[in-house]
């Protein structure tokens, strides 16, 4: 069975400094990778995925996530925090199969910005 | 638009009470979820679907029924048998195969026992 483990509950940073937030995942097959942001009280947003290609993928609000298959990683790297940036986090992975199987997702980084 | 309706947005249930909770989708999604999300637990599937009239169990299935009568429509009912059914409950819905498998989610409706 697939699992994703993500480093840290909670990730502090500054206002302008580097967001990384670390996301490995267990899989005998590379699978498909996903980054999902969730504001209070609402619901998953897609941020970005790898599916194939270049494994640095580019996504919405100025994020960025690069696939190393080495490593079984798929860390979220943002290169200036903001104050609207502070959210949880969910790295998610769907396996390479026919059809639809549901996302497992990680357990979530609370990313807090300080002014 | 196209997107994810979920009702009530807040829902209160007294003990021993069944409740559903609705789901409705306008994305011509083949397949749809239901995720339990839990303070530091992430999202745990309860069931999904792939195509109506058919569902399969998730992770923490027990406690809960779903039907798939219609494309667009995924409720969830939150059984008796459910111990501790505080959470928010989060639907999804997804295109069928392909690359663009990602889901698409709802705002989360969420359940307080009361």
């Known amino acids: 069975a697939q699992s994703v483990t993500q480093l840290g509950s909670h990730v502090s940073v500054s206002e302008g400094a580097l967001v990384l937030l670390r996301c490995n995942y267990s899989?005998?097959?590379?699978?498909?990778l996903f980054w999902y942001v969730q504001y209070p009280n609402q619901g998953l947003q897609l941020l970005l995925k790898?599916?194939?290609?270049?494994?640095l993928v580019k996504g919405i609000n100025g994020f960025e996530a690069e696939f190393k298959k080495s490593e079984t990683s798929f860390h979220l790297t943002k290169p200036s925090a903001h104050m609207s940036d502070a959210a949880e986090y969910f790295c998610a992975v769907s396996e390479r199969v026919a059809g639809n199987t549901p996302l497992v997702f990680g357990k979530g980084t609370r990313l807090s910005v300080i002014a | 638009d196209g997107g994810i309706t979920q009702s009530p947005k807040y829902l209160f249930r007294k003990e021993g009470q069944n409740v559903t909770l609705s789901c409705e989708q306008n994305?011509?999604?083949?397949?749809m979820y239901w995720y339990r999300q839990d303070p530091g637990q992430g999202l745990r599937l309860i069931y999904y679907?792939?195509?109506?009239?058919?569902?399969q169990k998730g992770d923490i299935a027990e406690g809960y029924s779903v039907s798939r009568e219609k494309k667009e429509s995924f409720p969830l009912t939150v059984t008796s048998a459910q111990k501790n059914p505080t959470a928010f409950y989060l639907c999804a819905s997804s295109p069928w195969g392909g690359q663009d498998t990602e889901a698409f989610f709802g705002q989360g409706t969420r359940l307080t026992v009361v």
């Open positions: 790898y599916t194939t290609g270049a494994t």
């Open positions: 899989s005998s097959v590379p699978p498909y």
């Open positions: 679907s792939q195509i109506v009239n058919d569902f």
């Open positions: 994305l011509n999604h083949d397949a």
